[in-house]
T-cell receptor
Framework: DQQVKQNSPSLSVQEGRISILNCDYT??????FLWYKKYPAEGPTFLIS?????DKNEDGRFTVFLNKSAKHLSLHIVPSQPGDSAVYFC???????????????FGTGTLLAVQP | DTEVTQTPKHLVMGMTNKKSLKCEQH?????MYWYKQKAKKPPELMFV???????INESVPSRFSPECPNSSLLNLHLHALQPEDSALYLC???????????????FGNGTRLTVT
């Protein structure tokens, strides 16, 4: 079962506008959420994260919002730039029952295309 | 440039071959991970090492054998693989893997493995 879902496989945005990428999760035990960006032939690059005790975290052009009651998080990029074109993965951390090591579970990814 | 280095970048091997993937980081991270990513799918966790001890094995077949010789190095030994094992193999590291510490994973650029 897919515990972390990104329902939009792709998104196209004009340069300078806002990009909003969405992510839904099912496991209420997730306590830490992250966004990664991935270019072809490269590994995922960490962008921004948020703890489950917060509802917003901002870093430059990137802001992540967390709505725990809806089990939903979103990444806002403003203004969007052509260099932001990549696949974006959300990820959630969980600690297996009885374990001490956390696991990171990735969503299915959204391909963002920023048009000049 | 990524601070997690993986070699080789590409590997083609037959089903009877034995090969190894290598990963190195010098960020002082004490947790290291192997992920597998198939095309158009999210990365899937295979193994987690915490302080050089294997702490998570996600029911990975024994034809994949991880090894952590020291805190900077992580290997994945491959033997008798199947064509369906062809994928991008990603190594990652984090400051810690424990509960309560929010530490993002830093990924290498991966090894593209093709099994013929």
């Amino acid at each position: 079962d897919q515990q972390v879902k990104q329902n939009s496989p792709s998104l196209s945005v004009q340069e300078g506008r806002i990009s909003i990428l969405n992510c839904d999760y099912t496991n209420s035990m997730f306590d830490y959420f992250l966004w990664y960006k991935k270019y072809p032939a490269e590994g995922p690059t960490f962008l921004i994260s948020i703890s489950s005790i917060k509802d917003k975290n901002e870093d430059g052009r990137f802001t992540v919002f967390l709505n725990k009651s809806a089990k939903h998080l979103s990444l806002h990029i403003v203004p969007s730039q052509p260099g932001d074109s990549a696949v974006y993965f959300c990820a959630a951390r969980t600690i297996p029952y009885g374990g001490a090591t956390n696991k990171l579970i990735f969503g299915t990814g959204t391909l963002l295309a920023v048009q000049p | 440039d990524t601070e997690v280095t993986q070699t080789p970048k590409h590997l083609v091997m037959g089903m009877t071959n034995k090969k190894s993937l290598k990963c190195e980081q010098h960020m002082g991270h004490r947790a290291m991970y192997w992920y597998k990513q198939k095309a158009k799918k999210p990365p899937e966790l295979m193994f987690v090492y915490s302080y050089e001890k294997l702490s998570i094995n996600e029911s990975v077949p024994s034809r994949f054998s991880p090894e952590c010789p020291n805190s900077s190095l992580l290997n994945l030994h491959l033997h008798a693989l199947q064509p369906e094992d062809s994928a991008l193999y990603l190594c990652a590291s984090s400051l810690s893997s424990g509960r309560g510490l929010s530490s993002p994973l830093h990924f290498g650029n991966g090894t593209r493995l093709t099994v013929t």
